[in-house]
């Protein structure tokens, strides 16, 4: 089923991590959690005419969906049925909004881009703070 992972989690922690644009915790010291307990899956055209010709500043907007631990041992195959069928569940009688999305620099998934150290997560021309909600 689609939603957050289990609290507590490293995988919880690459979330929040996330959705707080905090960057260096994401990638850098919760980096041994991706392919044990969080994977990143892309899919729209858009995004993979980018891939063509990458450059450090791609950015998708990701959606999370929490799966246990018996879906990292399952084949790839066998991994893209289960998003397809948790995604198609989470849709169902729903609309979206940009409230279900989170940005993700593409390049800044462990292991997607050489030279990954702390100073790479540093350029905040990519890794942008997160803007401070604007008083009503």
Wanted: zero cysteines.
């Amino acid at each position: 089923a689609a939603g957050a992972p289990a609290a507590g989690s490293s995988a919880a922690a690459v979330v929040a991590a996330l959705r707080a644009h905090q960057w260096q915790h994401a990638f850098v010291a919760q980096r041994a959690a991706f392919g044990r307990e969080v994977e990143v899956w892309l899919f729209g055209h858009a995004l993979m005419e980018k891939l063509v010709a990458p450059y450090k500043a791609i950015t998708a907007h990701s959606w999370v969906l929490a799966a246990d631990a018996a879906f990292f041992a399952l084949p790839q195959a066998d991994k893209r049925a289960w998003i397809d069928r948790a995604v198609a569940a989470a849709l169902a009688g729903r609309s979206l909004s940009t409230a279900d999305f989170t940005p993700l620099p593409v390049l800044g998934v462990p292991g997607w881009w050489p030279a990954q150290d702390a100073a790479f997560y540093q350029d905040a021309a990519v890794f942008r703070p997160k803007r401070a909600l604007s008083p009503s």
